[in-house]
DNA sequence: TATGAATGAGCCTTCATTCAT
DNA sequence: CATGAATGAAGGCTCATTCAT
């Protein structure tokens, strides 16, 4: 990728985060990113080839994060758990901005091609952390309960924080300007939260 | 609220629900709802208005699923919980497209003041269940866990489940064309799982 | 007339003279006229027709000027001419909002035949005058000038100062506030000025 | 100005004579002046906008009138106003649709801010006018007459004759298809009527 | 390779008018 | 007689895209 291209790409995530795709127009991105309006179609073919190259570009902080793990056989499926919230919860962190695209994308049902490529980068991650979950309750580690449903709540957890800052300092009872997403305190206590729920939630006794 | 008014709106649910508010044009709605261009602004002023008018007259769903559990002081904090969960999951399963609706809208800093109105409507209930929660701990009955982020983790387990189909069914390991939301079995394995999970997760011993 | 029409037309003069016919939407002249916005419809046939009845009602103040004049024998040509500016100025300066609709008309190209209607109540007057003139001058009474473009310079005048305020004002080094068509001051000493020149000019020595 | 510009403001000129400015559609002036509908839109910004750019583009012949004058001092003050009447009345038969619309603009109360940039051009021209005058009667070569209405009389001549053809043949007993502004005879007729006026007015004797 | 100019399609909205009562 | 509801047409404007250079 050339450096002209991740620039459009990168004030690119930031106009669809705050407008989304249709409120985001190629001429409001030429002007955040300072190049022609014509740019975009040329490097790009159309708006919707960049919002998938976009995806395809941003989407490589998705992977990697399970990888690491199932190499590293000395680690119980609970420190496995923990590693992966850690990384996830940094990750996502980082590129909150991103997370949000895809998600304002997961919940429309225009281009849903793009929605299938979405779920296939987001997909393993799900089933290799289900697989974890699976094998901790098939070796009688943790208790009998429900993986998909827990994943959703492990996810869901995640974006209920990250996805509307609003939503998110009213539920904490800060005041509107307070940004959680770089406080490093509320990092810690994001997955502090959640190794706790999962930890009482699917250890025996 | 007028017949015409609300066929608009029930429509227009529809809509912005497949293709957010940018994506919807009031031609697309005028179509889908067999009515006149000029109807939408006649009857609602703008687009904008339309809008508004749909989120004050959908989320009145929301509205009264904690008063019912007030009233009532023979109910422990734990059951007050699940009923809120079984009452919570009911009403969203019934309103999903509306409540897709306004998670796109929470997504997006464009019209911000709806933004607002929205988080008015929805927080009370957080607060509500906060105040629960916190009730539970302070009787020595529930754990002392973190409660905002507590109810991250119910709320957004709902979320995820009901944003996204096509995520959900992946994690459900079902077919494509599986409705979730309309299988009844589906319901209780997510009423049970939240039930398991807070009482699991908040109840001492 | 009805009550109810003259009721319209006369709101309907205040618009039209401030924002032009095709600027006065029907809805903006029943919510100034509290009127139902069919009612335009209802009692003129169209928007078109409205105007045509108002200036049909409006013009007669321009009739009668001269007819006066024609029964008195005794008046010399100069003293017609004077009694002509003061029933002028006084005429134009109560009906200035309906005088400068007719000129907004009078520059147009749209509606020809309504021009053609203007141009037969304002003429006849024209003429008299001209005819006076032409009488004056054939007595021997007032020096040979060009009548047409006389009358040009008298009429001239009084749309100069009616037409605009802000430019009258300017002419006049007063403030933005002053409305001169209010201030019986300004009336005389347009009178004078009219008068001093048509004597200087017109008569002999 | 680039050549389009010019182009499309020549045949804006023409369209808003006609039309007034809410009379003209851009849709109107697109297919007179054979360009796209979204030109104006690309080239000025919006339809005001056009309209203001023609104001300033197509004023320029109404600035240096005077200029020229100011700096010839061997004239006298009644040199001074024939040569401003002869080139006041040349350049507004040329100019006379442009005339036409900013006097259109001058009858209405929409769009207030360009009435003041249209004041800001004309006044000048009046200004330095009265100061001839006023220069006149100081030096006792002009009798004590009242300078600002005089100036009405003036410009209210041109304006009479200029704004409305219909108006001005039948003033002038000319046929309908007599175009006076098009006669070189008439636009003599004009300067002869203006000068003598002024003559016989302002000079003693 | 890069871009300013240009465009057709579509946007939301407002319009004068008509209709059913 | 009067009016609230409804409508097709047209309004100004913005859009993603293409084209000539």
């Keep these: 990728m050339t450096d002209k291209k991740e620039h459009i790409i990168n004030h690119a995530v930031e106009l669809f985060a705050e407008k989304g795709f249709e409120g985001t127009s190629i001429r409001d991105l030429a002007a955040r990113a300072e190049v022609n309006v014509a740019m975009v179609n040329y490097y790009f073919g159309s708006k919707e080839k960049l919002f998938e190259a976009m995806v395809q570009h941003k989407a490589a902080y998705l992977k990697g994060i399970i990888e690491e793990l199932s190499k590293d056989n000395s680690l119980t499926e609970i420190e496995k758990l923990d590693r992966i919230i850690e990384s996830y919860v940094n990750k996502m962190f980082n590129n909150r901005l991103f997370h949000r695209v895809i998600h304002q994308e997961l919940l429309l049902h225009q281009r849903e091609s793009l929605q299938d490529s979405i779920i296939n980068i987001v997909s393993p991650n799900a089933v290799a952390i289900k697989n974890i979950i699976e094998t901790g309750i098939r070796k009688g580690v ?22 509307s800052k609003k939503m998110c300092n009213k539920l904490l009872d800060k005041n509107p300007d307070y940004i959680p997403y770089e406080d490093p305190k509320f990092k810690k206590r994001l997955i502090d939260h959640l190794k706790d729920l999962l930890h009482t939630y699917l250890l025996k006794n």
């Design 142 to 163: 943790f208790r009998k309960i429900d993986p998909p449903l827990l994943i959703a709540s492990l996810f869901g957890t995640f974006n209920q924080v990250l996805l």
